[in-house]
């Protein structure tokens, strides 16, 4: 896996994206990378708005769980963990969690992971990204061998 910057970040954003192809020409929103379960992969990219002064701060990041659809190849959104620091809404603003693929309208609903410490979340960049690591791990501690178990 390799990170890089990738075109198409919306609104003067600089894209930061975690990919398996360190060449690609996709958009930020197409990228992904495998896991050690063949039947999922992942996307995960950052999304950085810069100031005049050269100072940049994350806008967003997301992760997604994606389910490889074996006879298309495509990919099917699974769950989401995402944090909107800048947004007006506080249950977006820490890591929060989306279930993509149940009925509507549930896949819109976001399900704070630290609301009841929004404030040390997002204190500074590090605690963030500790946050967000600690629900990531989450997924690959529980959810990845569940799936492994279920097609070996």
């Not at 970040?9 to 992904?32: F, H, I, K, N």
């Not at 039947?39 to 999304?47: G, K, P």
């Amino acid at each position: 896996m390799a990170c890089r910057f990738a075109k198409g970040a919306p609104g003067g954003t600089t894209a930061l994206v975690a990919t398996d192809d360190q060449a690609g020409a996709g958009p930020y929103s197409g990228e992904s990378f495998r896991t050690s379960t063949e039947v999922l992969r992942c996307r995960y990219y950052e999304l950085w708005r810069g100031s005049a002064s050269g100072v940049f701060s994350l806008d967003r990041a997301y992760f997604t769980l994606l389910e490889v659809v074996r006879v298309t190849h495509e990919y099917r959104d699974l769950l989401c963990i995402h944090t909107d620091p800048c947004d007006e809404n506080d249950l977006k603003q820490g890591p929060h969690l989306h279930v993509s693929c149940a009925p509507d309208p549930i896949p819109r609903c976001h399900f704070p992971l630290e609301f009841g410490f929004l404030d040390t979340v997002l204190s500074d960049c590090d605690s963030l990204s500790s946050a967000m690591r600690r629900a990531i791990h989450v997924v690959a501690r529980d959810v990845l061998p569940r799936f492994r178990d279920r097609h070996s």
